[in-house]
Nanobody, 119 residues
Framework: QVQLVESGGGLVQAGDSLRLSCVISASMFSLNSMGWYRQTPGKQRELVATMISGGPTTYKDSLKGRFTISRDDAKNTVYLHMYSLKPEDTAVYYC?????????????WGQGTQVTVSS
C-alpha cells in the first residue's frame, strides 16, 4: 500500500504562484508513473500533468507553460509548480501514482489539497 500526502494548497490571488508537494511512502523508482489531477464540483477529475518513469511528461494543453511537474527522488516527493494562477485554476488538486507489481497495476491517490485563486 502506497500512501500519498499532499500539501501546499491555499488561497492566493490571480497572478500568484504556488507549489504543491506530494510525499510518497514508496521509492520513486518503484513507480510506473506519478502525476497531478484536479477536480471542481460537478466536473470530472482531469489530468494536470503526469510523468512516466523513463518516458515522457504530459501536460493538459491549456496549462503548458504555466504549470511544471518535477520530482525529488531523495525526498520521495513530486511537485507541481503553478505560475500566473487564474481563478479558473481553482480546484482540489490530487496526487496520483501507479505501480506495476507482478504484472498487476496498482493506482493510488492522495487526499487532495484545495487551491483557490481569487480575482
Amino acid at each position: 500500500q502506497v500512501q500519498l500526502v499532499e500539501s501546499g494548497g491555499g488561497l492566493v490571488q490571480a497572478g500568484d504562484s504556488l507549489r504543491l508537494s506530494c510525499v510518497i511512502s514508496a521509492s520513486m523508482f518503484s513507480l510506473n508513473s506519478m502525476g497531478w489531477y484536479r477536480q471542481t464540483p460537478g466536473k470530472q477529475r482531469e489530468l494536470v500533468a503526469t510523468m512516466i518513469s523513463g518516458g515522457p511528461t504530459t501536460y493538459k494543453d491549456s496549462l503548458k507553460g504555466r504549470f511544471t511537474i518535477s520530482r525529488d527522488d531523495a525526498k520521495n516527493t513530486v511537485y507541481l509548480h503553478m505560475y500566473s494562477l487564474k481563478p479558473e485554476d481553482t480546484a482540489v488538486y490530487y496526487c496520483n501514482v501507479d505501480q506495476l507489481v507482478t504484472g498487476r497495476r496498482y493506482e493510488y491517490w492522495g487526499q487532495g489539497t484545495q487551491v483557490t485563486v481569487s480575482s
